[in-house]
């Protein structure tokens, strides 16, 4: 079930938009990137995480949307991490009585009695600009912005050289911008740009949903959707995308 894509780097695909869960091991454990997607994957990722050895130490959800802040008991209760303003929105959502409804009119029709609620959304925020993640394993850097979701994060897993990127960077999906923010379209250029610095230390990237690319698919996926997102700015697409997971 899993395929590594570089020392200490697993991912495990669902059945959902080729959603991608992806293990870091560490020193005493592993850290689970947006685990995903129905129970059964979510059991099945545990099993296989047990088979290497190893309990769960640590999650990171890379932005506050429903598929990447599950969660299931087999995991443990390991911290779950996410930038401060990721875990504010999910704490917002939470705090309302009917979130379990808000949360249910979004889930795709095929998959929602199998996606499990019980532990939705239970992210802990990091401090505000914090630079890495918290945890003993390879270094991790946060790259956060605003170009998907308020609290979106890519993460930087340096010393392997890997870019985890949440919800950008598909082969799959083209680019869905935050129509909450003030200026979507130039929050999610900043966020390529981010991208753009950091791509001579990066041998593959694994976007949330899509396959994995190498570092050349990087930068033509930077490309790509630079062109696309310019030209929403300049009027010659037909319509603008919003998210809707």
């Known amino acids: 079930m899993l395929k590594q894509v570089a020392e200490d780097v697993l991912v495990h695909v669902s059945e959902f938009l080729q959603s991608n869960s992806v293990i870091v091991q560490g020193r005493e454990g592993v850290l689970l990137i947006d685990p995903g997607i129905t129970r059964t994957e979510l059991a099945g990722l545990a099993h296989d ?7 769960v130490v640590a999650g ?9 802040v599950l969660w299931h008991e087999a995991f443990g209760d390991a911290p779950r991490y996410g930038t401060a303003r990721c875990a504010a929105s999910l704490q917002a959502l939470l705090s309302t009585g009917d979130w ?53 994060a890519a ?3 340096e010393d392997r050289r890997i870019l985890v990127a949440g919800d950008m960077l598909s082969d799959v999906l083209t680019p869905f911008l935050d129509l909450n923010a003030e200026d979507p379209i130039a929050d999610y250029l900043a966020a390529l740009q981010l991208f753009d610095g950091v791509a001579d230390n990066v041998d ?23 062109a696309y997102v310019e ?15």
């Open 49 to 55: 995480v047990r088979e290497l050895g190893q309990p």
């Open 155 to 157: 993460l930087l897993i």
């Open 100 to 152: 379990q409804d808000r949360v249910a009119g979004v889930l795709p029709p095929e998959f929602a009695d199998e996606i499990p609620m019980e532990l939705f959304g239970l992210i802990t925020g990091l401090p505000d600009n914090a630079s890495h993640l918290p945890w003993d394993g390879p270094s991790i850097r946060i790259i956060e912005h605003r170009a998907h979701a308020r609290g979106h």
């Open 204 to 226: 593959a990237v694994i976007p949330g949903h899509g396959s994995v690319g190498g570092a050349g698919q990087l930068r033509q996926r930077i490309s790509r959707d630079r």
């Open 231 to 245: 030209t929403l700015r300049d009027g010659g697409a037909q319509g603008s995308p919003g998210s809707t997971d």
């Open 60 to 68: 990171f959800a890379t932005h506050p949307q429903w598929d990447h």
